[in-house]
Structures are given as structure tokens and as C-alpha cells.
């Protein structure tokens, strides 16, 4: 099982061990967003198979990056531990900004999924030779913007920033905000985040410069390089100085995008027209589009809980009229040891007349499970049901019978006629179930239903597939 941590400063070289080899080109794959971004993310990383995983939780839902490999990382263990997380978690798998060369993966993996690319969120991605040099007549307004600036202001200069240069970064704030004209909430929270992230000049996998002019900043960037690609999370320049910001963004490319720098990115737009506007100016040679995959699984088709017959039984939703059997069979803990799940674990106090019926309602509504209950004669005598759905065409099958109608083949009757239901009406690709080594009678049961696939210390294992 993941366990994850909330992602702090001081876990930023840990990250950075993933992000400084990683060629995905989004900005969200970078050590600095998800410092910068956190209150807005709320981004949690783990490890395992040699990746990065990162949880993030946006408006109270959480979503996942696509996994970063180290050097031995491997993709596909990390992609099974974020399912097997979110299954165990009882929690829908969204994994967002996922990169173009990833996605074909994935429309392989998931056979229902819904799909967002917003324009909005794609970054603008920059030949670093064309900002170096803005070359051709498609950049003559920025060579012509570049020239007025040299020669309204001569003595300028660009020059990379540390440390020590951090009382005079705090003074180009100064002036930047006596001249900052945006009021919306996001503009000038993201003026504040850029404060707090220029405090960490002198990184060392920082890259940070600007444009000094009579002793003052007029400009400043920040940026951090993952792979080929330098990632600008910070631009800014003092309005007053005609050409002040095509000359940064030169200079910029200039100084760091050198030694392999094949690409800038200058992140998105988020919708803002000015933004927007000038990002196109610069003549991005492609959009990075962030697809994000909303995972469903096989309930969601379904409305209701069918109704489904078998020689003996009927199998359909529980009703307020099984309460009494259903809490009999949920209640009894000598039975239900073979279960694998003690109610406990999840009960907080509610009333117990109407809780275990509470849930099995509120699975259903969430997609997160189907419960039946067998019925013999109209009499509720126990429930098979289907649970634990991967997103990859699969679920586990569990059974129980009240005591006093085991041993009379209720249950691989039930059992077998929810796994072909959900094998051929649900269009499951296969439906798994296990059993403690000990219970010889679930063991029977599910050797005449299914194939065995396995066992360990533990349980047996058993699959059955269309």
C-alpha cells in the first residue's frame, strides 16, 4: 500500500532526483509548482517501483500525476500501485495531466474513462533557439521591441541572481507592486506565491535572473530545468520599460538554455486573454496538452440493481424488509471470520439497525459495489456481491450464507450466476475472489465456479474470465 506525504520544502531535492531527468514537458511535473502550487494542489508524493507518485486533491477530489521513473522506474508496477491504492482507499482513479506519449497507454489499460484536454491548460512550449536568437520576419516585432529597448536603455544589463542578491529581488517587488494593475483573487495570489518562491535564490537547481538598470531590477525570472526542457515559473518586469519583457525573455533563454536545453516552456494561460496574446507573440512551436482520465468502472451503466434467477433463488437490492436477515448475517462474527472484514473497522457509532444497509446503498450510489441478496422463497438468506473494481475491466466476487442454509449449495448457485452476470451482462473482463486456506467450504464453492490462480500464506485465489 502507498503511503503518501505531504509535499514540503524540504522535500523538494527528493523530488528533484525524479523531475531533473523527466522529459513529459508539463510544468506540473516540477519541483517549484508543486511548492508554489500546493494550497491549490495540495500535493502528496510517495515512492514505489522506482517512481514518483504524487496525489493531488483538487476542490476535496483527489488525482493523480502519471508516474515519474527513476533510472530503474517502472511505469507499470507504479500504475498497479496507484489502483490498488485507490481500490483499497474505496476512491475513484482520476489520473490528470497526463502527457500525449502517455495516453495511448492508458486508452489500452482503461476500458471506460471520461476525457478532458482543456485548451485553457496547455503549456506553450518555445524552441530555445528561437527565443535565444528570435530568428526570421516571424520575430521581427520582437527584434524590434528588443532593439527600442537597447537603445532607450543602454546601460542595462542581464545578469544571473543568487543569494546575495536577494535585498535587491525584495526591492524590485517594491516597485513591481507600485505598479501592478491586476485585481482579480488568482492574480494577486500568484503575485504573492512568486514572492515566496523568489526567497529561494541560491538554489542551486534554481535558475534565476533579471534585468538590472541604474542599480534596480526591472525584470526577473525564475525557471527550473527538467530534462531537456527549462520550465519559466516566474516572469515579471516593471511596465514602464518599453521592450523590457522581449528582452528578458531573450537574455533568459540566452544565459540558461544552453547544455542540452532543447525546449522553455512558459506554462499556460489559464484562460487570460493577455496572457494568451502575448504567449502566441513568442510563436510557441507546439501546445503540451495535460490529458486528465476520469476512470469509471462497469456500475456505472447502471441505474439500479437488476433482479436475476436461478433454479432456486432470486437475487435483486436489498429492501428495509431484509434489515432483520441482513443484520443477523452481518452480525455474526463466528460466521463472518471467513469474511475477511469486520464491520468495526469502518463503523463510527451510527445506529447499526439501518447502518449495514446504509452501506451497501451508499456503494451502490458511488459505483463502488453491487450487493445482492439471496433470496430463497422471498426470505433473505444471504448476498453475493461484486466489489472492488480496478478501472481495467475487473472485480472481486465475495459470498456469505446465514448458517442455518450452508451446506445446501445456495451459494455457488448465487455465486456463479453474479460472476456470468458480470462477466456477460456487465461486460467485465474477468472476476477474481479468494478464500482463507482454512475454509474448506468456500474453498469447494469457488473450485467449482472458478479456476485457481494462485495462493500464498494466506488465502487461495481463484479467476474467472470471459
Not at 506565491?193 to 533579471?210: C, E, I
Request: with cysteine; proline share 3%; net charge negative.
Amino acid at each position: 500500500m502507498l503511503t503518501f506525504k505531504p509535499v514540503a520544502q524540504r522535500d523538494l531535492s527528493r523530488l528533484r532526483r525524479y523531475y531533473k531527468n523527466c522529459n513529459y514537458q508539463l510544468c506540473e511535473y516540477s519541483a517549484l509548482v508543486k511548492l508554489m502550487w500546493r494550497g491549490h494542489l495540495h500535493p502528496q508524493y510517495a515512492e514505489a517501483a522506482g517512481c514518483l507518485i504524487v496525489k493531488n486533491c483538487i476542490d476535496g477530489k483527489p488525482c493523480f500525476d502519471y508516474p515519474v521513473p527513476g533510472p530503474d522506474g517502472d511505469e507499470e508496477a507504479a500504475l498497479c500501485a496507484i489502483e490498488d491504492y485507490c481500490v483499497e482507499q474505496g476512491i475513484s482513479l482520476e489520473l490528470s495531466v497526463v502527457p500525449r506519449e502517455k495516453t495511448a497507454k492508458l486508452l489500452e489499460r482503461y476500458p471506460r474513462f471520461h476525457l478532458n484536454n482543456f485548451r485553457s491548460w496547455r503549456d506553450y512550449i518555445y524552441e530555445a533557439n528561437d527565443l535565444r536568437e528570435f530568428p526570421g520576419r516571424h520575430y521581427s516585432g520582437q527584434r524590434n521591441h528588443v532593439n527600442k529597448f537597447r537603445k532607450l536603455y543602454p546601460e542595462a544589463q542581464f545578469r544571473a541572481l543568487g543569494k546575495d542578491d536577494l535585498p535587491l529581488i525584495e526591492r524590485f517587488w517594491q516597485d513591481y507592486t507600485e505598479v501592478f494593475e491586476k485585481t482579480s483573487q488568482s492574480a494577486r495570489q500568484e503575485l504573492a506565491l512568486a514572492k515566496t518562491m523568489l526567497r529561494l535564490t541560491g538554489v542551486s537547481w534554481l535558475y534565476v535572473g533579471g534585468m538590472e538598470y541604474e542599480g534596480r531590477l526591472i525584470s526577473i525570472a525564475m525557471a527550473e530545468r527538467c530534462g531537456e526542457t527549462l520550465h519559466v515559473h516566474i516572469e515579471k518586469a516593471l511596465y514602464g520599460y518599453e521592450g523590457v519583457y522581449p528582452a528578458t525573455v531573450q537574455e533568459f533563454a540566452r544565459c540558461y538554455a544552453v547544455d542540452g536545453v532543447r525546449y522553455l516552456n512558459r506554462e499556460d494561460d489559464a484562460g487570460d486573454r493577455g496572457l494568451r496574446t502575448s504567449k502566441l507573440q513568442y510563436l510557441p512551436c507546439k501546445l503540451a496538452e495535460k490529458f486528465c482520465f476520469d476512470v469509471k468502472n462497469e456500475l456505472e451503466d447502471l441505474d439500479e440493481i437488476p433482479t436475476l434467477k436461478t433454479e432456486r433463488l432470486t437475487l435483486s437490492a436489498f429492501t428495509d424488509k431484509d434489515r432483520e436477515a441482513y443484520n443477523a448475517l452481518c452480525l455474526d462474527d463466528e460466521r463472518n471470520k471467513w469474511w475477511g472484514y469486520d464491520y468495526r473497522t469502518d463503523w463510527k457509532g451510527e445506529d447499526l439497525d439501518s447502518y449495514f444497509l446504509d452501506v451497501v446503498r451508499e456503494d451502490f450510489a458511488k459505483k463502488r459495489a453491487i450487493n445482492f441478496a439471496i433470496r430463497l422463497d422471498g426470505k433473505c438468506i444471504g448476498e453475493v456481491l461484486l466489489y472492488r473494481f480496478d478501472g481495467k475491466g475487473g472485480a472481486e466476487e465475495g459470498c456469505r450464507i446465514a448458517p442455518e442454509y450452508g451446506g445446501q449449495g445456495y451459494g455457488v448457485e448465487a455465486f456463479r450466476a453474479v460472476a456470468e452476470w458480470g462477466l456477460y451482462q456487465c461486460h467485465l473482463g474477468h472476476v477474481v475472489a479468494k478464500c482463507f486456506k482454512e475454509n474448506d467450504a468456500s474453498y469447494k464453492m469457488l473450485s467449482s465456479c472458478m479456476r485457481k490462480k494462485g495462493e500464498d500464506e494466506k488465502f487461495f485465489y481463484f479467476n474467472k474470465e470471459v
